[in-house]
């Protein structure tokens, strides 16, 4: 299947990329959009961060036949300052994050990401890490399973999925995706399951438990402002509302006074916000047509003025 880069003309748009800007690519993934960003920094330098082997590979040999001034930081962006630091740098001109799960691991059906293609229960973006969807769905108490699926996949029937996979596991381990999904069906009434798939709730709150996300993109996008140069921008696409909650609250706590300053008649000038946003953007009714993975998709982007 074609990759197809979320917001790609956006993004580039509201980076402001020069010809010499040092930019970070936060999720490289299949390198759609470090691609696009390498062609327009002649004199200037990528970064690249993500922990998934094989679009590493795939990445660095998509970017090497644009040029050589790329660097590919084999680990997560939670680690974006002390990486980059470590590397000298500590400001940049613009930083993308793509947030969520890529194309090709959705794609990809032996990862265990799809709810529609049969892998042992896996999930994990990072290859390496101990804990994976199985642990979770076969070790996680009923008030764990209950807690992710309300709060992190904003699922209304947390409770009874919880409790089925209780009583399913006691039988057996569950251990393939569809075994996961034939557990969330006997759980949820015939008319939910009409109306959308069951499952891609459930999925969606094992997979942000699984890789610690939330956590991870709230550190992740309070690092990169601090590393922004005057001028220069942050911009997150996130695909449901948990990340975009995250990101929404960060960049208008960065470009707002502090409460208690609002109503001085004068503010001084080392109290003035040092960011403000630029704006919010959504996938084009073309975009919509030719990309059905961009439905969900916001973009927000915030730039430093001081």
């Not at 490289?28 to 082997?53: T, V």
């Not at 039988?171 to 499952?199: D, N, S």
């Not at 960011?275 to 969900?296: A, D, F, Q």
Request: proline share 3%; charged share 30%.
């Amino acid at each position: 299947m074609k990759h197809i880069s979320v917001l790609l003309n956006e993004c580039i748009e509201y980076l402001n990329i020069q010809s010499d800007s040092i930019i970070v690519d936060c999720t490289l993934g299949l390198a759609g959009h470090s691609s696009e960003i390498l062609k327009r920094i002649p004199n200037g330098k990528l970064y690249a961060f993500d922990q998934d082997e094989m679009a590493i590979a795939a990445s660095r040999k998509k970017l090497s036949e644009i040029a050589s001034n790329f660097e590919i930081i084999e680990s997560n962006f939670v680690h974006l300052k002390k990486e980059l630091n470590q590397r000298g740098i500590t400001s940049v001109h613009g930083i993308l994050f793509d947030l969520g799960v890529s194309s090709p691991q959705l794609d990809e059906g032996d990862r265990g990401f799809s709810f529609h293609q049969d892998a042992r229960l896996d999930m994990r973006m990072n290859q390496h890490q101990a804990l994976s969807a199985y642990e979770v769905v076969n070790e996680y108490s009923y008030s764990q399973l209950v807690h992710i699926f309300k709060v992190y996949g904003e699922e209304k029937f947390a409770a009874g999925i919880a409790r089925r996979i209780e009583q399913e596991r006691k039988e057996k381990p569950i251990e393939t995706t569809l075994e996961l999904v034939e557990v969330i069906k006997k759980a949820v009434p015939e008319k939910y399951k009409r109306e959308k798939h069951p499952a891609r709730k459930v999925f969606q709150a094992i997979r942000i438990e699984v890789n610690d996300e939330l956590h991870v993109c709230e550190q992740a996008i309070t690092d990169a402002l601090d590393l922004l140069e005057v001028g220069g921008r942050c911009l997150v696409i996130t695909f449901h509302s948990l990340e975009d909650r995250i990101c929404k609250h960060i960049f208008k706590k960065a470009s707002s006074l502090p409460k208690e300053l609002k109503n001085m008649p004068i503010v001084p000038e080392e109290y003035q916000p040092k960011y403000k946003i630029v704006g919010t953007y959504v996938p084009t009714e073309k975009e919509l047509e030719e990309n059905h993975r961009s439905r969900s998709a916001t973009l927000r982007v915030i730039e430093r003025i001081r």
